[in-house]
């Protein structure tokens, strides 16, 4: 079975296109600069990369020559459209209503709009891409997998903020944690690679990357994470602020007059490393600039570590003990002297480094002692692979 899936953002489109018999990636790229000028499409399969200039108005437009390069006498990897057989899409927040990927129909596409309050930047491109797949892929079935679901194992007292029910009950107004799929997925494969009981391991999930959150898990059920109603709050990340005072937000405004859209800006895309640093919002920036004695990068990767070790001394005892903890994501996977810092913070709970497995980069490992408490190990996330299997899984029946 061949599974196509799709994650539109703004002015973006990826794709990725698996073959389900053994998970292999037939083909891959995207569209980027949509609605802007220098529209672009890279297409890349059979160990070739192409990029090419395109005319195209909107996300619905950007499919026609995808499909195009798919089934293309030199490049492409399908003889025809019709070896598709559903289409995955990322849709970033499902509200409380989408607990699990759900196939597409008239219903659901109201839903995700529902949710457009909620993910105002994300969900108004992935509806655009579910339509534009609909208009392309006629009869072909849709598949939403949402990066909320995993999340919605949640109970009361870890979702709930402290305010009047009202708000939540009115407004939906609670933590929905997201990054789910990624979660999900490296939840899975460490209980496989580590031999874990996935109905009973206990794991924190670190998903380290421009964005980043916790996720600690029990059994597959989601016990805390550290994003909220919305991707900003938790950790420092590369732009975002993380967790800060709400009383922040109001002081901003009446203090230094910024108007609800700054402060909105302000958090989500000038602060985290960017705005600390003052100068990079990449953790290799930020460590290169700190090797050299830039205080300011120090400062930003010290707030990164310190908020990171508050949650992972809170989720291990949420979890009442951890069989494992995972790094993945950008920074997780390729960071080792990242990987070290934590691993090392981490000595009262009994966590222990090994130093030599600890140098891989994007690989499967275990980068913990023999004797160490429990386990730590280095996780590849792959959320397109898993939203294309959530999709077979869901169309197969
Ligand atoms: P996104 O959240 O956009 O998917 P990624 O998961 O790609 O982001 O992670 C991007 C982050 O990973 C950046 O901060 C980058 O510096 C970091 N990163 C990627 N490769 C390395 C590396 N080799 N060493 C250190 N950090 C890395």
């Known amino acids: ?156 007292q870890a979702y709930l903020y402290a305010i009047p029910q009202e708000y939540y009950k009115k407004y939906g107004v609670r933590k929905y944690g997201f990054h789910g799929t990624s979660h999900k997925y490296v939840y899975g494969r460490v209980c496989e690679f580590l031999g874990l009981d996935p109905k009973t391991a206990r794991v924190i999930s670190c998903h380290l990357g421009n964005g980043s959150s916790l996720c600690a898990v029990k059994g597959g059920q989601v016990v805390d994470t550290t994003m909220g109603l919305t991707p900003l709050a938790g950790l420092v990340m590369g732009t975002r602020s993380g967790d800060v005072d709400a009383a922040v937000v109001t002081f901003l405004q009446l203090q230094a007059g910024l108007s609800p859209q700054e402060v909105d800006t302000l958090l989500n895309k000038k602060s985290g490393f960017l705005g600390v640093s003052g100068k990079s919002s990449d953790m290799r920036d930020i460590r290169d600039l700190r090797e050299k004695g830039d205080k300011d990068a120090a400062t930003a990767y010290d707030l990164f570590l310190h908020r990171l070790i508050h949650y992972i001394g809170g989720y291990h005892l949420l979890l009442g003990g951890v069989d494992a903890i995972l790094f993945t994501g950008g920074i997780g996977e390729n960071s080792y002297e990242t990987r070290a810092d934590i691993v090392k913070a981490l000595a009262p709970l009994g966590c222990r480094l090994d130093e030599a497995a600890n140098a891989c980069r994007g690989k499967e490992t275990v980068i913990s002692t023999a004797d160490s408490a429990f386990k730590a190990v280095v996780t590849p996330t792959n959320e397109e692979l898993m939203i294309a299997m959530e999709t077979a899984r869901l169309v197969e029946g």
Do not use: W
């Open 1 to 156: 079975m061949k599974v196509l899936v799709i994650n539109s953002g703004s002015s973006s489109l990826k794709f990725t296109l698996f073959d389900m018999a053994d998970h292999s990636v037939l083909c891959k790229g995207l569209v980027e600069r949509i609605g802007m000028e220098g529209t672009k499409l890279t297409y890349q399969a059979k160990g070739q990369k192409l990029e090419e200039p395109l005319q195209i108005q909107g996300h619905s437009e950007a499919l026609a020559p995808i499909c195009a390069k798919m089934t293309d006498a030199q490049v492409g990897v399908i003889a025809d459209l019709s070896e598709i057989k559903a289409i995955g899409h990322r849709v970033l927040h499902g509200g409380m209503e989408f607990t699990q990927p759900t196939l597409v129909d008239e219903a659901v596409k109201a839903g995700i709009r529902k949710c457009f309050v909620l993910g105002p930047l994300h969900n108004p491109a992935n509806l655009g891409g579910i339509e534009a797949c609909e208009k392309n892929f006629p009869g072909i079935p849709n598949v939403a997998v949402f990066d909320t679901a995993f999340h919605m194992t949640m109970e009361p």
